[in-house]
C-alpha cells in the first residue's frame, strides 16, 4: 500500500496551493479519501473527505469556501485545490484512505505547506 503525496510547499497568504494523493496497492475505488492537516502543536485535523464514488464531499468549516477536494477513480489519485491561502493553514497535511466497512486505514508522509509573507 503506498500513499504518496506531492505538491506542498511556501506560498504567500492569498495564494493557491494544488496537492496530490497517488495510491496504490488497493482498491482506490472502494474507500473514502480524504485530507488532513496537522500543524505544530496541534491535534491532526480533518480538511476534507471525499465518499469513494466521489458524488458526496464535506469540509472543515475553517476551509469551506477556499478548498475543493476532488477524486479520480480511473487514475487512482485525489486533489486537493487550495485558493486564498492564511498563515493559518500552515501544516503537514496528510493523505487518508478509510474503508468505511471495514475500518481500514491507510496515511500518506504527508506534505509541507507554508503560508507566509
Known amino acids: 500500500v503506498q500513499l504518496v503525496e506531492s505538491g506542498g510547499g511556501l506560498v504567500q497568504p492569498g495564494g493557491s496551493l494544488s496537492l496530490s494523493c497517488a495510491v496504490s496497492?488497493?482498491?482506490?475505488?472502494?474507500?473514502?479519501m480524504s485530507w488532513y492537516r496537522q500543524a505544530p502543536g496541534k491535534e491532526r485535523e480533518l480538511v476534507a473527505r471525499?465518499?469513494?464514488?466521489?458524488?458526496?464531499?464535506n469540509y472543515a468549516d475553517s476551509v469551506k469556501g477556499r478548498f475543493t477536494i476532488s477524486r479520480d477513480n480511473t487514475k487512482n489519485t485525489v486533489h486537493l485545490q487550495m485558493n486564498t491561502l492564511k498563515p493559518e493553514d500552515t501544516a503537514v497535511y496528510y493523505c487518508?484512505?478509510?474503508?468505511?466497512?471495514?475500518?481500514?486505514?491507510?496515511w500518506g508522509q504527508g506534505t509541507q505547506v507554508t503560508v507566509s509573507s
Open positions: 487518508n484512505a478509510h474503508h468505511r466497512i471495514f475500518g481500514y486505514d491507510y
Open positions: 496497492g488497493f482498491t482506490f475505488s472502494s474507500y473514502y
Open positions: 471525499s465518499t469513494s464514488g466521489g458524488g458526496s464531499t
